[in-house]
């Protein structure tokens, strides 16, 4: 068995394939527009193929929903997406029998966690949220060492959160619930609230403390619906640099002292943290599903 | 080593105590009002003494908040509480070393969660939530097997839903947070909203559509957050027969179809259920953890 892994991050608009063993150990890598399952998914095995190296499993990190129940007759499909042609594609299967190798599957956020968890800002922790905000926002992570699963997988984007609608009348761009936080406060919305894209946005524009102010009430959730050890905040949203400290001072205004934690009162800097690996979380967070997957092995062998 | 357990359901108002191995065979029980630590410890310690029964282990099902944390010098101990006397008492120390039994300890939420896994309406999940909606909102479960703990333990009451103030313009009672979940939603909310007791509203009352609505909300967060396979209301509040249909038909309007899962979109009365212990869930909880407790230790011997 190789100690090399194939990462695969399938996203909506972009995959990366890599090959590695961790951060400091990624050695080949792709990356190209998402298509059809067929040829996007085809260009995925041809690029593990023609590398011809010694890869112990492949891991996929992937966009969503997906069906994660190993007893389900659909794990490992994608389900019920309107990206079209991909509802219903059984990328596990597709993929590991034409390698021939074991396959780690999870989402996109639970791979990036799963990545922090063991080389990144996650290291000797078990309960924690990593959460996304770029395009979509996403969540995932871990409840006492155990990547978050359940009925599906979390769809921490979907959550409600106060709307004053005499402060921020935008109705919010989620087609399914209007001013959901990703309705609220995805890249796509901050775009359409304030009709200029958010990287041209200045780090004082009124956008931002908005903006805090919708991520801390989501974090205050979670917070009190899982007691988190860390909240990662990744995606392209947090690009701006004023937006952190000012979620993290607005999370502890909204608390108000309830949870009464040293780790929230004193020390949040090391509380609510951006992602320790950077660009390549996603394909990282990828190759640790599959090193997750070549152990499970060893350990059924 | 006995094969009957203690369970203390250690409430702010009263304490239950019982002995049993389960929800067929709760053989001694007590209760009483609580008053002073000393004093309240002191009555459950000598119902479990004059009962000279061959006991395993006790549980503590307790309110909080709570130490969970089993690494540190302050576990088992009940922490930042307003409760006059009760912030720092060594709970768990003072009946373990009082009776030389091992103690499983944990919030009230978390026992009620873990005797509906053993016995009730949890059975054969791994993540489900148990949301308790009385004197306040309460909430725990299990992800993946584990109750959920972290950093310190869920205050799932605490979470924020949106509050359109034109329609009700209540600002909520939470003395930490105004119109939180609890703050709006709790026994006592819609006692100061309605000016009188939730027990003497009327079925057809628009208090209970708007209760549904808040709860609803709150569901749909877990929902989002956690992707449970079961929540599980319960708490005094729940008692108006009416109100749990309305929640169902809520969560369903509210999510849109959003979660395409035949549990929620087509089987929401099993989803979405009352507790199958009924009035013993509490005390059956404590007896739950003892149970556990008792387990752990003899894995351990």
Redesign the interface.
């Known amino acids: 068995m190789g100690t090399l892994f194939g990462g695969i991050e399938a996203g909506g608009t972009n995959f990366v394939c890599a090959i590695g063993s961790g951060p400091d150990d990624i050695r080949q890598e792709t990356e190209y527009s998402t298509t059809t399952p067929e040829e996007t998914l085809g260009r995925a095995i041809d690029f593990f193929r023609s590398e011809d190296a010694d890869l112990a499993a492949i891991g996929i990190a992937s966009f969503g ?1 997906l069906d994660l129940d190993i007893s389900s007759p659909a794990y490992g499909h994608i ?2 997406t309107p990206k079209p042609g991909w509802a219903g594609t059984d990328i596990v299967g597709r993929v590991g029998q034409a390698l021939g190798l074991p396959v780690g599957f999870d989402t996109d956020v639970n791979g990036a966690a799963l990545g922090e968890y063991r080389w990144g800002a996650a290291r000797g922790l078990d ?1 924690f949220v990593y959460l996304t905000v770029g395009t979509g926002i996403g ?1 995932g992570g871990m ?2 060492g ?1 990547l ?16 004053d609608r005499a402060a921020d009348p935008f109705p919010g761009i989620c087609p ?2 209007g001013d959901c936080l990703e309705g609220l406060a995805c890249g796509p919305a901050l775009e359409a609230r304030w009709e200029q894209s958010p990287e041209s946005l200045p780090g004082d524009h009124a956008a931002w403390p908005l903006e805090a102010h919708y991520l801390a ?1 989501a974090l ?10 860390r909240i990662i905040l990744g995606g392209g949203v947090m690009k701006e640099p004023r937006l952190l400290p000012m979620i993290r001072e607005r999370v502890q205004e ?8 040293p ?2 009162m004193e020390e949040i800097e090391d509380f609510i943290v951006p992602p320790a690996l950077g660009d390549h979380a996603g394909v990282l967070g990828a190759i640790a599903l599959a090193a997750r997957a070549a152990e499970n092995q060893a350990r059924q062998a």
């Open positions: 929903p389900s019920s309960t969540g409840v006492a155990r978050m699963h359940g009925l599906v997988h979390p769809e921490m984007g979907h959550i409600r959160v106060p709307h399914f619930h009430l205050v959730n979670f917070i009190c619906t899982l007691s988190p050890q909204l608390l108000n002292g309830y949870v009464q934690a780790e929230i």
